[in-house]
């Protein structure tokens, strides 16, 4: 059984392409449901921090692979993610 702090601070990786997309940052849980939706990862820095981080980027529990000692392994289609991101804002 794996608890929320042993996900802190782990890399999330991406199977398409072998990106390290970013680290675990939080979890989005729906209480009505008792069910876990997806969580959050804080997106790689740009350039050490310096210019400036990202925004945290949504994951579904649905695209979660393997959470493995070391890593978070997720098969992520970013066109489709990216188009469900720009719709919430819209």
């Known amino acids: 059984m794996t608890n929320y ?6 890399d999330v990786v991406n199977i398409k ?11 989005e ?11 959050y990862i804080e997106e790689a820095s740009r350039f050490m921090g310096m210019l400036g981080k990202s925004k945290a980027r949504r994951i579904k529990w ?18 489709v993610n990216n188009k469900a991101i720009k719709d919430m804002l819209d």
Request: charge should be negative.
């Open 17 to 27: 392409d072998g990106e390290i997309m970013g680290r675990f940052d939080d979890v």
């Open 29 to 39: 849980i729906d209480t009505k449901k008792g069910k876990i939706m997806g969580f």
């Open 5 to 10: 702090w042993d996900l802190i601070e782990k």
């Open 62 to 79: 649905e695209e979660i692979l393997k959470i493995g000692i070391d890593v978070i392994i997720v098969n992520v289609d970013d066109d």
